[in-house]
């Protein structure tokens, strides 16, 4: 998915202080991703930039689609980061400027790795399912490895974990000994999470965590968490304990020591990083010499990219 905001204010995430667990509600803002889509946005958020290297939770959905197009976000790039497409229910047709095409389906990893630079597009195929509901979620690549070469991986048989009355199934790290075969590049886990009644979730002291309901009202660490809503839980904790009944996705990782810069679909460690890639992108939508490359297979026009803010793009720290 794109961030496609017309007015994308310059986000910066930065190394989170990490004073043990803790437990703090950040509530979504609506955000409208074209005209008719709209997404509930966790992180970014005022108060809390990153958890572990994920740098961007979008949240959408469930959306009765049977009669409406769907998704339809056009070709546009991206660098620094992986985007981590996970579908509850419905599919997406994923299409990148590397000549992949692969349908992914509810249950399915999409991981495309954008490194020095990648386009993609992504889709609601024709037909498609009548509820699209899911998440999209950006990692950030640590700097010695953020111009890497650009890839992209589907993985249709993700690992599972049963444990008390979860049922995990594993995106991104490891869990109790069940480990994704999506390629990381920094110490991170992601995990969907089906609960019916009582369980305690094997949490690594050293990540922080944030919980994001999906469905239902789950109880997490005693406090329920509705749908929609992110609960921030801190580090240096060796369990998770749950209750109740609901859907979520576990977040988590080694906190992000980097300072970043965030800009529309980019994240670099200097304004001029990001104003490059800006450029690079806008010249080779007139033809200029290929940085990202053509999404083929895609029917109609790539997204432009917005005008930069007026003041310079500048790593900052946590605060806007
Ligand atoms: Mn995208």
Redesign the pocket.
């Known amino acids: 998915?794109?961030d496609v905001t017309t007015d994308p204010r310059l986000t910066v995430c930065a190394a989170a202080a990490t004073g043990g667990p803790v437990s703090e509600l950040v509530a979504p803002r609506t955000v409208r991703l074209g005209t008719s889509t709209e997404v509930r946005r966790l992180l970014p958020s005022l108060g809390r930039r990153m958890v572990g290297a994920w740098c961007f939770v979008d949240h959408y959905g469930p959306d009765e689609v049977a009669a409406e197009p769907g998704m339809q976000?056009a070709p546009?790039p991206?660098i620094g980061l992986q985007?981590v497409s996970w579908l509850l229910s419905g599919e997406v047709h994923h299409r990148d400027s590397l000549g992949s095409s692969a349908l992914v389906r509810a249950g399915e990893l999409g991981l495309m790795t954008a490194g020095r630079g990648i386009a993609?597009s992504?889709q609601s195929p024709e037909p498609h399912s009548p509820v699209l509901h899911g998440a999209q979620l950006w990692v950030a690549l640590p700097g010695r490895e953020r111009a890497v070469a650009p890839r992209f991986e589907h993985h249709t048989d993700l690992p599972t974990l049963t444990t008390g009355g979860a049922a995990l199934t594993v995106l991104l790290g490891e869990v109790g000994g069940a480990a994704s075969p999506g390629r990381t590049h920094s110490p991170i886990v992601g995990a969907d999470v089906v609960l019916r009644g009582r369980a305690s979730i094997p949490l690594v002291r050293d990540f922080e965590y944030a919980v994001l309901t999906v469905a239902g009202a789950p109880e997490v660490d005693g406090r329920e968490v509705g749908p929609g809503t992110l609960l921030y839980l801190g580090t240096d904790r060796a369990e998770l304990p749950v209750a109740g009944e609901g859907r979520f996705l576990l977040l988590g990782g080694e906190p992000f020591a980097e300072e970043l810069v965030m800009w529309w679909?980019f994240v670099g460690r200097s304004g001029e990083e990001v104003a490059r890639a800006r450029a690079d992108w806008q010249a080779e939508l007139l033809g200029g010499t290929p940085r990202f490359g053509e999404v083929s297979g895609f029917e109609g026009d790539p997204l432009h990219a917005p005008e930069l803010p007026p003041t310079p793009l500048r790593p900052r720290g946590r605060e806007r």
Request: no cysteine; net charge negative; charged share 10%.
């Open positions: 998915m794109s976000v546009h991206h985007t993609h992504e679909n």
